[in-house]
Each structure stands twice: as C-alpha cells, then as structure tokens.
C-alpha cells in the first residue's frame, strides 16, 4: 500500500509543476498587457503629496490632517487633476469646500503654494 501512495504522489508533482507554470505564464501575461503607466506611480506628483504632508502640517481639510485625506480616492483624484492642471484651482477649492465641510482655506492655500510652476503632461 505504501508503495502504491508514493507512485500516485510521484505522478501528480509533474502536473503541479505544470499548472505552476501554466498560471504564472498567464499572469505574466495578464500584467505585461496592462497600459504601461497604469500601476506607476508619478514620482513628481508623489513627491508633491509628500511635501504637502509634511510642509502643510497641521492644516486640516474637513477636521482631517491631510495624510488621510490623501487616503481618499475621490480626494486624490482631484488633487492630482490639479497637479496635473486638469482643473484649475477654484474648481479644487469648490470640490474641497463641497465634499469636506469646514475652515480649508489654510490647507487649500498651504497645497496650492506647492504647486510646481509645470509640470509634464501625463
């Protein structure tokens, strides 16, 4: 009976070994397919949003300091259409004011002094 067990486990390594391949060969293929820009971060806009975390504190928006505000995906989506100059800074100041009550003008102030003079299109 042992021998028997050992011969059935022996078989099935090769066909592990197989599927192993098979799906790391999809997933490599399934990520070499993804737009090229879609998973990297932008080290101009990332290095933005870290001075603004650090220079800007303790600015709040909506009662929050900013690290987690950048948590926000709606936040961060506009702030990065502001860096990237898809909106201009009153259509960033209404959305902030309209989504995140309270004082935000020092913030909103405090992120659009660090707003580089241009920056490369993405």
Do not use: H
């Not at 399934?30 to 101009?44: L, V």
């Not at 990065?80 to 913030?107: H, W």
Request: hydrophobic content about 40%.
């Amino acid at each position: 009976m042992r021998s028997i067990r050992f011969a059935v486990l022996s078989s099935t390594v090769p066909a592990r070994r197989a599927r192993t391949t098979i799906c790391l060969l999809v997933a490599t293929a399934g990520i070499a397919a993804c737009a090229p820009d879609a998973w990297r971060s932008d080290s101009g806009f990332d290095g933005w949003t870290n001075r603004i975390i650090q220079e800007c504190y303790p600015r709040s928006i909506g009662g929050a300091q900013l690290s987690p505000v950048f948590n926000d995906a709606s936040f961060l989506d506009s702030a990065s259409r502001l860096y990237f100059r898809k909106i201009d800074v009153q259509q960033f100041t209404g959305f902030v004011n309209g989504f995140y009550p309270g004082d935000n003008k020092a913030a909103i102030d405090c992120l659009v002094s660090k707003l580089p003079p241009t920056v490369s299109p993405k």
